[in-house]
């Protein structure tokens, strides 16, 4: 199906960070969700071996330092994750303010080059298109669109704002009102 005629509709990335601390550089599971020619077309998970061994989130995303001690750093995947962003012109997040932020921090923190791409945020979205749902959150939405998702997984919420992405296109929300201002 293509997009409205009011979007100028490229290749997108939906990306999603689990942490493990309050620093955003504390990045501990990464997901991304490619969006071609209007489809899903590919999905990309790790978990992300953080800074320190204190997990403070275990309540929110189920990780601990069991599953991340043995998982790779950001530094050892980002030659993957660069690979797969090829081709990609924008990010896409639920409440992008705080991945783009992790994202940044992250790469900072290993002294790594980001991919500097603009970011589009669902929940600006979401706010737009759904006035009479109460709460715009990633699992309220998902809800209101029947969207699967296991809440929390990095790999699972990247893609199901993908696909809250492609429904907010089908209502008329267009790219420019979801484009976070560049930093």
Sequence with gaps: MPPNSATSFKVGCAIDFETSGYQPWLSCALGLTKIEDYHLTDSYYTLLKPASNRVFFTNVHGLTWRDLKDAPTLEQVWPDICNFLTGVDFFLAHNAPFDRKVYYASLDFFH???????????????????????SKSLDSVCQHFNIDLIHHHAGSDAKACAEIYLRLHDLGITDAQMRLRDI
């Design 112 to 134: 790594l080059e980001a991919v500097k791409l603009p970011f589009l945020c669902t929940l600006k979205g979401a706010r737009s298109a759904l006035k009479g749902l109460p």
